[in-house]
Every structure is written in structure tokens, then in C-alpha cells.
């Protein structure tokens, strides 16, 4: 199993920024994706599940401003980011459980400056 994850930057608070993960090794569409973040000295903490029938959740921190989505043809969750605020800055993570193991993708930094 293996997940990349890009689209992460350098960004002024109030901007935006979409996260893409793609992933391979697995049957795509019938597993839940993951969106994680790990600010620095933090413990890593979950920002957005997506179910295979395309149900959403979020951390409260995040409701209103992040979507996240997935494109089953083309194997791809994304995490729209939008009214970006400098305590979002952290490394953004793209996860999925298969038959009880999590695997991460490599992690790409947003960084929002003030």
C-alpha cells in the first residue's frame, strides 16, 4: 500500500490550498480515507474522514473551512482548504486502514503565515 500526498505550501492567512493524496495497493473505493495533521510538538490529530459511500466528518477546528473528497477513478482523496489560519500550519497526512493496519503517506507541509 502506498499513499503520496502533495499541494502543500507556503500560504497568507485567509488563503486557500487543495491537498491530494493518491493512493494504490488496495481496492480504493470501498475503503475510508483519512486527512491527519501534526503541528510542531503536537500530537498528530485527525482533520477529515471520508467513507466509501462518500460520508464527510471533520474535527470541529476545521468544520466550515476544509471539504474533503475523493475521485475513485482516479484513486485521489483531496482536502480543500480554504480561510486558512496560522494555527492550520502543521504537516498534513493522508491515511487508510487496510485489514487493521494504518499506512500514512510521506506528509506535505502547510505553512500559513500571518
Known amino acids: 500500500v502506498q499513499l503520496q500526498a502533495s499541494g502543500g505550501g507556503l500560504v497568507q492567512a485567509g488563503g486557500s490550498l487543495r491537498l491530494s493524496c493518491s493512493v494504490s495497493?488496495?481496492?480504493?473505493?470501498?475503503?475510508?480515507l483519512s486527512w491527519y495533521r501534526q503541528a510542531p510538538g503536537m500530537q498528530r490529530e485527525l482533520v477529515a474522514v471520508?467513507?466509501?459511500?462518500?460520508?464527510?466528518n471533520y474535527a470541529d477546528s476545521v468544520k466550515g473551512r476544509f471539504t474533503i473528497s475523493r475521485d475513485n477513478a482516479r484513486r485521489t482523496v483531496y482536502l480543500r482548504m480554504k480561510s486558512l489560519k496560522p494555527e492550520d500550519t502543521a504537516v498534513y497526512y493522508c491515511?487508510?486502514?487496510?485489514?487493521?493496519?494504518?499506512?500514512w503517506g510521506q506528509g506535505t507541509q502547510v505553512t500559513v503565515s500571518s
Open positions: 491515511s487508510v486502514i487496510r485489514q487493521g493496519v494504518a499506512y
Open positions: 471520508i467513507t466509501s459511500d462518500h460520508s464527510t
Open positions: 495497493g488496495i481496492m480504493f473505493s470501498i475503503h475510508t
